[in-house]
């Protein structure tokens, strides 16, 4: 049984219902339903914040000892911005896969840049939710 946690970022709790041209109609918890049918032998757990630090906390808390097998990281508008996640990224031993349900690189010119894709072991972007099933798969394979 492998463990792999999802890490949201801000605003993703909206999924669903914010901007559903750009981010679709599902909401996080229906689709976390389907991936853990789709996927038995993965224990997944999901944590969401809109908080910088929390989410910092969050990747210390999972990021040693093996305690999960990887984390995939929606970090929202702070994979632009934030030096304070991209370094608690390099801190832990737990390898990250970043993640957008968008196209970031199709969109406004500040989105191109993320800080945290340096330190992470690679970014899945652009198809929909099912982003995170890619960087899951990308996981445990
Ligand atoms: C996003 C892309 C970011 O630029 C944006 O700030 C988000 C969502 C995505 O999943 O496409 O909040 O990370």
Redesign the pocket.
């Known amino acids: 049984m492998k463990k792999i946690l999802i890490i949201n970022?801000?605003?993703?709790n909206l999924l669903g219902v914010r901007e559903p041209e750009?981010?679709g109609d599902t909401s996080m918890e229906a689709y976390i339903d389907s991936l853990r049918q789709r996927h038995p032998r993965v224990e997944l757990d999901y944590f969401q914040s809109n908080h910088e630090g929390a989410i910092i906390d969050q990747l210390h808390a999972v990021g040693f000892d093996n305690a999960v097998d990887g984390i995939v990281l929606?970090?929202?508008?702070y994979?632009?911005t934030s030096l304070a996640i991209a370094d608690a990224i390099a801190a832990i031993q737990t390898p990250v896969v970043e993640?957008?349900?968008?196209?970031?690189n199709a969109?406004e010119e500040i989105?191109h840049r993320s800080l945290i894709a340096p330190v992470c072991r690679g970014v899945i972007?652009g198809f929909g939710m099912d982003?995170y099933r890619l960087a899951i798969e990308a996981l445990i394979g």
């Open positions: 970022g801000p605003n993703l750009i981010y929606n970090a929202g508008a994979t632009h993640v957008h349900i968008s196209n970031v969109r989105r972007a982003s």
